[in-house]
């Protein structure tokens, strides 16, 4: 029997990890009585590549399961988030952060995985945004915390997120259908509806599982433009997705499946959740954007899949084909504000009367009041990229309330980014069937083939006249190149292909009946290449109206290698300490044009950056399993860190590797079965991420950033939940409330520190954050019905503060969702 007493502690902390390894030989592994009525239970998942007990997975890992992500409301990742420590999701970019580990530039830092099929995109351009499938029908989702190179590979480098989809049965059926509808405070109304079915065609020999899910996400935020440019549009940021899968598993022999699948997924977001600062009023649930033109975001992909599964006795063989493509459609910035912007740069305000209204105006000026209307311009006439002369005075056209330029009328340009993945990956894996054996383990071979294509364009039909209007010569004279057939005055349209080849193995032997030495190693052959071409009346690559093209490569073969050595202290109490490696694949980037951006010999490539983690962790349960806690101390190194440098001369980004960070902190997430009624749930999480020294790009001498600035991550994330369990004539019911915390920075990120090239004293951290939600329900013999608040106390921060660059006071941010109130409704057969 296991010992009692106060020694027997949860060891999540590093100074209680060392001392028990010693001393743990006089432990028995014996497992503690626990009544299954009231022990926390125990998740099974597949982050080793193997299916295991998540207590006795030497890892940073956080598992939901379907009932789960039902009983929490997780509708996206933005929610799943919250419950998770040490995971930050960006929701502009669809970027998730693990451990403050996050770059904007080349490969992605976090892997994404639909089963077993890697989705994360690579940054070619600008709003390089990954997909993040909806979370309808799915048998679990896992977040790893830490690199993952050695069983996932590379776009792994800060960790990585699966989610595992529910699987055909063979012997039995099972049906839900589901509905819902939510009311947002000073917003549309939200509604939803799916249903998925599965099970046996043929007993032990065909299988099928079905689902189909919409949901209309209403807006809360307007469109609003003061009537001169688009009108007005209220509650605009709604969002319709919709989600169809099918799958079916044929069982020709008893050891042998084979599974083909199919996911589609379409989401369309209308218009942007920011909002103008200067015209809204939160605090009375008045919201409202007035971006001259919708900033939609489109977004569709199917993934064909075809997974076999062999049971050859003491191994197992695994293949897994599929395709993934992808097409989204964004809005990234508004083609209006960046125009108006670019062009005030070839002009000049040294007009006293700017706005010709008898007021000494400062353009630009935020102590002085805006005036919606804009100077005629006078003494108009350089061509644009070249120089202004005095007295051609446009005003500051990004303080606009109105966008209608007095004498022109209303002005509107469009931004369209188009991503597209066309991604081809076989991944095959050999690995042992005994989980009981001294030696486990898992080999295999991964082959990737990812074609990917980034178009940037701006279309600008109204750039003819306005010309004339701001410089008095045709298109042809001002800027050398008349607009592009499609109305674009700029395109820049990148392809590029990734290639790999990689081996893998990973190997855990039972030194002891209680100490294991857990190996993985990862070896890849990896290529990239790229065509640019860049074309249009703004296109400073091009010369004389000849489109500008660009290629290169890069090719590298990255090694990443992981030991941890477990130790499993009691049957309920384990400890391990893990040394692991991630990396990102480098890659090549377009030239930049000299005449524009400077003499400089900018760089054509970029080199991978890597990461070293050191963790240790524990995994405990206590008082016969009603109390189960999971903790981890992590330190990491990331060197060579890829980065998107902009050149302020000509407003283009190129991406090189420079600087270093290093993120340290815990995770801890904890589960405790007070009594058969009552469960409670914690997650905490503290990261510590910032530069080790200064950022200096070695091409411009731009100081990127200064040692001690952080990456942009809340050091501290709590969630903590509580919900009662009962019994009322003769239904079961529950009653559940959830409270998650993020602190605000304390320290800046490079934009805010003014020992920064870039830094815009504007910008100020996000607030700490409160939210609150609550949910009830009640289970009428198959069906259930639930209600529930989501921002209870309907918290407005303001949150992601932006502007379109230092000179204007023009302002937009987001916050969270207004109060909204629920109802839904299942059918479980």
Not at 471 to 478: D, V
Not at 489 to 507: C, K, M, P, R, S
Not at 649 to 675: M, P, R
Request: proline letters at 6%; hydrophobic letters at 35%.
């Amino acid at each position: 029997m296991a010992k009692s007493g106060g020694g027997r502690r949860s060891l999540f902390l590093a100074a209680a990890a060392v001392p028990l390894l010693a001393a743990a030989g006089a432990w028995a592994d014996t497992p503690a009585a626990s009544d299954t009525t009231t022990s926390v239970s125990d998740v099974v998942v597949t982050a080793t590549r193997q299916s295991q007990a998540i207590s006795k997975v030497p890892e940073s890992v956080s598992a939901f399961t379907a009932a789960k992500l039902e009983v929490l409301n997780v509708k996206t990742f933005a929610d799943l988030a919250k419950y998770t420590p040490g995971v930050t999701f960006d929701e502009d970019r669809h970027d998730v952060y693990i451990r403050g580990i996050d770059s904007q530039a080349g490969s992605g830092t976090t892997g994404i995985y639909i089963d077993d099929t890697p989705i994360q995109v690579r940054a070619l351009g600008l709003n390089a945004n990954n997909t993040l499938p909806e979370v309808f029908d799915l048998q679990r989702v896992e977040v790893l915390r830490g690199p993952q190179g050695t069983l996932f590979g590379a776009g792994s480098e800060g960790g990585t997120v699966r989610y595992i989809t529910t699987q055909p049965s063979l012997t039995s059926f099972s049906a839900n259908a589901h509905a819902e509808v939510a009311f947002t405070q000073d917003g549309s109304p939200s509604y939803e509806i799916g249903a998925a079915a599965g099970g046996p065609i043929i007993d032990d020999k065909i299988g099928f599982r079905i689902s189909a899910w919409d949901r209309h996400d209403g807006g809360w935020v307007d469109r609003t433009n003061g009537g001169d440019v688009g009108g007005t549009e209220k509650d605009a940021n709604y969002v319709d997705t919709y989600v169809l899968r099918a799958a079916f598993t044929l069982a020709p022999t008893s050891n042998l499946t084979i599974t083909p699948s199919v996911n589609y997924e379409n989401r369309d977001q209308h218009n942007h959740d920011e909002y103008w600062v200067s015209t809204s009023n939160p605090g009375a649930g008045d919201y409202n954007s007035g971006t001259p033109e919708l900033m939609g975001d489109s977004d569709h992909f199917v993934l064909p899949a075809i997974k076999i599964e062999w049971d050859a006795g003491p191994v197992n063989l695994i293949s897994n084909t599929s395709y993934y493509a992808r097409r989204e459609e964004v809005n990234g910035y508004s083609g209006t504000l960046y125009n108006l912007s670019y062009f005030q740069h070839f002009t000049s305000n040294t007009d006293p009367d700017p706005y010709d209204d008898g007021t000494n105006v400062i353009p630009g000026d935020p102590a002085n009041p805006v005036d919606p209307q804009f100077d005629t311009p006078v003494g108009c006439g350089a061509t644009p990229p070249v120089a202004s002369k005095p007295g051609c005075v446009i005003g500051n056209l990004l303080t606009a309330k109105g966008l209608n330029l007095q004498g022109f009328g209303p002005y509107q340009s469009v931004n369209i980014i188009t991503n597209t993945q066309d991604d081809v990956t076989q991944e095959f894996r050999v690995q042992s069937a005994n989980p009981e054996s001294r030696l486990t383990w898992t080999a295999g071979l991964f082959f990737a083939y990812n074609s990917q294509r980034s178009i940037e364009e701006i279309r600008d039909p109204q750039l003819p006249a306005l010309t004339e209007y701001l410089w008095g010569e045709n298109m042809l004279t001002a800027w050398g190149e008349n607009l592009l057939p499609n109305g674009d005055d700029y395109i820049n349209n990148t392809g590029a292909h990734d290639q790999q080849v990689a081996l893998f193995g990973d190997a855990t032997y039972k030194i002891l009946d209680q100490l294991k030495l857990n190996v993985g190693l990862r070896y890849a052959w990896t290529h990239f290449d790229y065509k640019n071409l860049n074309d249009g009346a703004q296109d400073l690559l091009d010369d004389g109206g000849v489109p500008a093209t660009a290629h290169g490569s890069k090719s590298e073969t990255p090694f990443t290698p992981k030991v941890s050595l477990i130790y499993q202290v009691t049957h309920d109490d384990m400890v391990y300490a893990t040394y692991s490696e991630g990396y990102r694949i480098g890659g090549a980037t377009p030239p930049l044009p000299i005449p524009a951006c400077g003499s400089t010999p900018f760089p054509t490539s970029y080199n991978s950056d890597t990461l070293d983690n050191y963790e240790i962790g524990s995994k405990d349960s206590f008082f016969g399993r009603k109390l189960y806690v999971a903790g981890s101390v992590f330190y990491d190194q990331w060197h060579n860190i890829q980065q998107a440098i902009y050149v302020p001369e000509c407003g283009i980004q190129y991406t090189t590797n420079v600087g270093s960070a290093v993120s340290k902190g815990f995770d801890l997430e904890g589960d405790w079965k007070l009594t058969s009624s009552f469960d409670v749930n914690l997650s905490l999480g503290y990261t510590d991420a910032a530069y080790t020294a200064d950022a200096v790009d070695p091409n411009t001498g731009a100081e990127l950033a200064a040692k001690g600035d952080v990456l942009d991550v809340a050091p501290w994330t709590v969630s903590l939940g509580a919900q009662y369990d009962f019994t009322l004539m003769n239904h079961d019911g529950f009653v559940r409330a959830d409270y998650e915390y993020n602190s605000r920075r304390t320290r800046p990120v490079p934009e805010e520190d003014p020992r920064t090239t870039y830094y815009d004293p504007g910008l100020v951290p996000d607030p700490a954050t409160n939210l609150v939600g609550m949910r009830a329900g009640m289970t009428f013999d198959k069906f259930d019905l639930a209600l529930y608040v989501d921002n209870l106390l309907d918290s407005q921060p303001q949150l992601d503060l932006q502007h379109q660059d230092g000179s204007t006071a023009l302002y937009e941010a987001t916050t969270f969702r207004p109060r909204t109130v629920g109802l839904s409704m299942d059918y479980k057969f």
